[in-house]
């Protein structure tokens, strides 16, 4: 059959609109390892999470009416009504604030964390380049961090502790002034962030390495799903958010918990340790055999068919994943009564500056939580 030439016309206006739209998902699914790379190289320590949250904003679809509260959490909402559904990635990442600025220029530092930590995880930073935030936004004050010499102390001090190692107040940070007026006219202030310089290493195959994953993995997999929730807001409400002040006591978590009430919290993390007075949790699952979801615990309510609902919607995407145990120092713990699962992707050397995860667990993960929102519409 020919169509009149109007006709054909309209005909071919759709397919090349059908073309773009399938062009543009295409390009939706791209390889997240630019975006995991920026947000990796983000500073956002505990409480002074601006350069983190600015990057997360910029990667927001357009249009999405972000919120940040006096608290630093950034939160996005699609739909309306109930059921609430809250998706929840913390975004700070365990770093140091400048606790003073010495007569000859070095800086001393104090360590923000109060979830349990490797005992060396001080050491990491010991001899490394650090990067110091400013109050200009974006801009960082290089520098070296170090310790005092056990050689050029040795004989001047009978220090019993001398061969224990380095804590946060055993640091010194070289910016290379030569006294407290040059520091400051740096741009150093007293709290200000300090973090190592990052960034984000690839090797073999799928495989990736940087410091601060733990967390920023669970913001890309949520900006992922921001793309999908805009378009595809379906029954209820679904809340995003990338939560603030998660390593100094869950502080975000407990103020979205007071304003959202949701019926139920998904929360994205790839490894959760316990209290210090138990044994040290490894992290489970296998590096790019699918995504994570943790099995139920007494403090996540009756998560039950929650969980349920998550396999179902892996099956139906044709998505493996592992179920493991996860620690119970995680953004969930807030939400008491409130059905919670905690979901993410394998990692390996989690609280090291070489946190390791496979980019087609992330890929995967991805994937599971928009089919989990799709088949609640």
């Known amino acids: 059959m020919i169509l009149p030439f109007g006709k054909r016309r309209r005909f071919l206006g759709r397919v090349f609109c059908l073309a773009v739209f399938f062009v543009s998902r295409a390009g939706a699914a791209e390889s997240p390892l630019p975006s995991l790379r920026a947000l990796v190289r983000a500073q956002g320590v505990s409480g002074r999470e601006e ?23 950034l939160t996005v909402v699609y739909g309306s009504g109930r059921p609430l559904r809250l998706f929840v990635a913390a975004m700070d990442e365990v770093g140091y604030v400048v606790s003073r600025i010495q007569e000859d220029g070095y800086l001393r530092l104090q360590r923000l964390a109060r979830v349990p930590l490797s005992p060396i995880f001080d050491q990491f930073i010991v001899g490394q380049p650090v990067l110091i935030g400013t109050a200009s936004p974006g801009r960082m004050v290089p520098g070296v961090a170090a310790v005092l010499s056990t050689h050029l102390q040795r004989g001047r001090r009978a220090d019993p502790d001398a ?27 007293i709290l200000a962030p300090v973090t190592l310089e990052k960034d984000l290493s690839v090797l073999a195959g799928t495989r990736v390495v ?8 669970g913001c890309q997999a949520l900006l992922d799903l921001a793309g999908f929730a805009g378009e595809n807001p379906g029954r209820g409400t679904v809340v995003l958010a990338w939560t603030a002040q998660s390593w100094v006591g869950s502080r975000g978590a407990e103020r979205l918990a007071r304003r959202f009430q949701p019926d139920e919290v998904i929360v994205l993390d790839l490894y959760a340790p316990d209290p210090s007075d138990q044994p040290v949790r490894k992290p489970g699952g296998e590096l790019g055999q699918g995504p994570l979801l943790g099995k139920s615990s007494p403090e996540a309510g009756d998560a039950r068919d929650l969980q349920e609902r998550m396999r179902q919607a892996a099956r139906k ?43 087609k667990d992330l890929e995967a993960l991805s994937k599971w939580l928009k089919r989990f929102v799709a088949e609640g519409e």
């Open 317 to 359: 995407e044709g998505i493996r994943i592992q179920e493991v145990e996860y620690g119970s120092l995680h953004e969930g713990r807030p939400f008491r009564g409130v059905p919670v699962v905690v979901a993410g992707v394998p990692i390996r050397f989690p609280g090291t500056p070489v946190e390791t995860i496979d980019l």
């Open 163 to 189: 061969a224990r190692l380095p804590v946060d107040e055993d640091l010194i940070i070289d910016i290379g002034a030569r006294s407290a007026p040059a520091a400051a006219a740096a741009g150093i202030r």
């Open 210 to 217: 940087g410091p601060a994953l733990d967390d920023r993995a």
């Open 51 to 73: 350069e983190i949250r600015k990057e997360i904003q910029s990667k927001l679809p357009r249009g999405s009416n972000s919120e940040t509260d006096n608290l630093g959490n």
